[in-house]
């Protein structure tokens, strides 16, 4: 089993930043894929980003590619999702979420994923 604890969200103005982390324990950081995904109220949950178990290859969202940066510290068991130029359409409950086994054109399917954090509120106000 993986436990995955995201914080880091919060209240910020447009065109603001937050940065959020999430923390890992249990099984082997280091060997999973790890994801954000976003759920806004009424909306299905989206793929945000995704890293790769070495933090060599990264994918993105249409939606905040240029503003959102993932990365990942293997050393602390921390993925984290910086995030510029927040627009109000970015208010969500932010999930972070591993995954083992999967091919790379598969990365935002959140059904690839076996492992999910509690989520974190992001609201963005304007």
């Known amino acids: 089993q993986v436990q995955l604890v995201e914080s880091g969200g919060g209240l910020v103005q447009a065109g603001g930043s937050l940065t959020l982390s999430c923390a890992a324990s249990?099984?082997?950081?280091?060997?999973?894929?790890m994801g954000w995904f976003r759920q806004a109220p009424g909306k299905e949950r989206e793929f945000v980003a995704h890293?790769?178990?070495?933090?060599?290859?990264?994918y993105y969202a249409d939606s905040v590619k240029g503003r959102f940066t993932i990365s990942r510290d293997n050393a602390k068991n921390t993925v984290y999702l910086q995030m510029n130029s927040l627009k109000p359409e970015d208010t969500a409950v932010y999930y972070c979420?591993?995954?083992?086994?999967?091919?790379?054109?598969?990365?935002?399917?959140?059904?690839?994923?076996?492992?999910w954090g509690q989520g974190t509120q992001v609201t963005v106000s304007s």
């Open positions: 979420a591993g995954a083992i086994n999967y091919r790379s054109d598969e990365v935002a399917r959140a059904d690839v994923y076996a492992y």
């Open positions: 249990g099984r082997t950081f280091s060997n999973y894929g």
């Open positions: 890293i790769n178990w070495s933090g060599v290859s990264r």
